[in-house]
């Protein structure tokens, strides 16, 4: 391949250096901050072999390139902007300025979160192989795996044990996260993760029995009386605390002489901090987080198939936006009080839309006489079943039309399935045909019914549409 050309193609296609602001790449696309995208000559861009899709999410305009191919494309960019190497967290922070307030506030959830997610992701497969050792009826009639081989026993209590942990003290990775996001010090999140979660407390999964048997501890000074209550698997708490945490220390800074610095910021950061927390924050924020969990239990108990249709028809298009991101948050605190909440329904929609999206692409690979466009639906439409979805949705199906039309329906009346049958996840992880093993178990077998469902009706309209499209064409 000829990079500088094909490099140089590419920056007259998005309007020239002058109109790129900041620019980087991750594996597969080329991430670019441009001041206006209105001079973007997409059709240019759409005639070029080495670009296999486009879409601007986020203030940032990205071009799918593939791996392997986008550094070397890069390389040459950069040399011709004059911008240099940037990193894709200099890219992200560019884009920012261009978003609205909402946008900005979901991609605050987002920096926040997905850095935990690994951990989130590794607590709760683990949860799901447990589940599948001590899950009756499953495998054997009547009996798990662990009462039919006792030897396994200790097996299982030790793979539940690595599953909570993350679970347990996620205030100290949402801590640590969250105080780095807010311009804080993550280690002092870190702290006050730990302190939320500290032994001495009375644990936060207690809390609902302790008040109503009146055995709820106190610290009393002075007369005046401080819950000793813990927070283990909560959210909403810890987020407020982080941001209030990182505000005090970032003020203590611009106040504190520099000798006296490294002393007295954390210490007051800490204490200051940890007060508030006890006092107002976490019982505020514990109710809150309470009644957003209810809701969200109740919105899902009172629509049934047919919110979670509506959902499923929705997600792609929320895909589009870059709102997803804000659902990590949610199926965080649907995951960390699994016992009250029975799992996140959020899981099994997106995994529906998912395969929809690879059934829909694999549909245009048969229909397409288009060598371009089979070259690029072949690996993306794989690619949408193991949940990868990017390469499918914005390299062929939003740019044909049908085939994303064909992938909503199929993945609404998925949707719909599985919440007839309370599909839920009992853990994160890669939403489509590998996710069969973040299911909560005796709702496997709709899972996967519910994906056959979803690449089935994605398929067989996509075709159809494809067909019509293709005979008013001719």
């Known amino acids: 391949m000829n990079y500088p050309q094909n490099a140089k193609e590419i920056l007259e296609a998005i309007g020239g250096k002058e109109n790129v602001s900041a620019a980087a790449h991750c594996a597969t696309r080329l991430r670019l901050v441009l001041h206006d995208e209105g001079k973007v000559d997409q059709a240019k861009l759409d005639e070029m072999d080495l670009v296999k899709g486009t879409f601007s999410t986020g203030g940032q305009y990205q071009i799918i390139l593939g791996s392997g191919i986008v550094n070397n494309v890069y390389k040459e960019l950069s040399k011709l902007t004059g911008l240099g190497e940037m990193s894709t967290k200099d890219v992200s922070s560019a884009g920012s300025k261009k978003m609205n307030p909402l946008q900005r506030f979901v991609k605050m959830l987002s920096d926040i979160f997905v850095p935990i997610i690994p951990a989130i992701v590794a607590g709760g497969l683990l949860m799901g192989i ?18 039919a081989n006792p030897g396994m026993v200790d097996l299982a209590a030790l793979i539940n044990t690595f599953a909570n942990a993350a679970f347990v003290f996620l205030p100290i990775l949402i801590g640590f996260s969250a105080t780095q996001r807010f311009g804080g010090n993550p280690y002092l999140g870190a702290t006050l993760g730990m302190l939320m979660v500290h032994p001495d407390l009375l644990n936060g999964w207690g809390y609902g029995a302790a ?14 009386e ?3 209550i813990g927070y283990q698997g909560t959210v909403l708490p810890v987020l407020v605390a982080s941001f209030i945490l990182a505000k005090i220390e970032t003020n203590l800074r611009k106040i504190t002489p520099s000798s006296l610095d490294n002393l007295l910021t954390p210490l007051l950061s800490i204490f200051i901090t940890g007060l508030l927390t006890f006092t107002l924050v976490g019982p505020i924020t514990r109710t809150a987080g309470n009644l957003l969990s209810d809701g969200l239990i109740w919105l899902y108990d009172s629509t049934g198939f047919i919110g979670a249709t509506l959902f499923g028809l929705a997600y792609a298009p929320i895909v589009i936006t870059g709102m997803h991101h804000s659902f990590i948050a949610v199926e965080t605190l649907l995951l960390a009080d699994i016992a009250k909440t029975g799992g996140s329904f959020i899981f099994p929609v997106a995994a529906m839309s998912n395969v929809a999206q690879g059934a829909a692409t694999l549909a245009v690979l048969l229909i397409t006489r288009d060598a371009k466009v089979k070259g690029v639906a072949s690996a993306a439409g794989i690619s949408a079943l193991l949940g990868i979805t990017e390469p499918a949705m914005f390299g062929v199906n939003l740019k044909l039309r049908y085939p994303f039309i064909g992938a909503i329906v199929g993945a609404a009346v998925a949707s719909g399935f599985t919440a007839l049958f309370h599909v839920k996840a009992v853990a994160l992880g890669a939403a489509g045909l590998p996710g069969v093993i973040s299911i909560k178990p005796g709702t496997i077998t709709f899972y996967v019914i519910g994906m056959v469902i979803s690449c089935a009706v994605a398929f067989i309209v996509t075709y159809i549409l494809g067909k019509r499209a293709a005979k008013k064409q001719a």
């Open 130 to 147: 447990n589940n599948l050792l001590t899950a009756q009826d499953l495998f054997i009639d009547g009996i798990s795996l662990v009462e």
């Open 211 to 224: 008040l109503t048997n009146g055995e709820i501890p106190y610290w009393n000074i002075f007369g005046y």
């Open 226 to 228: 401080i819950a000793k």
